[in-house]
């Protein structure tokens, strides 16, 4: 350690290394981020969402984030005479589904008024395939 400098050599060279690879975590991330629409799209022609290639399995999962629209559920259940207008308006989803139950509501009828279909960031994995 020198008196401008606190640090020793292997303090130095740890910050350094530390530097590095946060530097090549950067560039491997936007690698990344460019090559895996390329592996979605192979499995997308396949057809698949899991493939053997050689010694690795790459697959894919779309996540399903649909909800009812909270406002266009009340409405519907206010429309439909469900609600109490006397309470604060927040959907129980509980109660919904025993009005559905009942036959009180049409489910159907219920989705086409105030579903919202959505679909998460599909989730790319490929892994070393254990039959190898």
Not at 3 to 29: A, G, H, I, W
Not at 101 to 117: C, N, Q, S, T, Y
């Amino acid at each position: 350690m020198d008196v401008f400098n606190p640090l020793s050599n292997n303090e130095q060279q740890f910050v350094e290394m530390y530097y590095y690879f946060t530097q090549r975590k950067k560039e491997d991330e936007k690698w990344l981020k460019t090559a895996k629409p390329t592996i979605l799209s192979i499995l997308d022609r396949l057809g698949k969402d899991k493939v053997d290639f050689g010694a690795y399995r790459v697959s894919v999962v779309v996540p399903d984030c649909s909800y009812f629209d909270k406002e266009l559920l009340l409405d519907f259940l206010e429309d439909n005479n469900l609600l109490d207008l006397a309470t604060i308006k927040v959907p129980d989803e509980e109660k919904i589904g025993q009005l559905i139950d009942e036959g009180l509501i049409d489910a159907e009828e219920l989705k086409k008024v105030a579903w919202v279909d959505k679909q998460g960031t599909p989730r790319l994995s490929v892994k070393l395939n254990d039959k190898t």
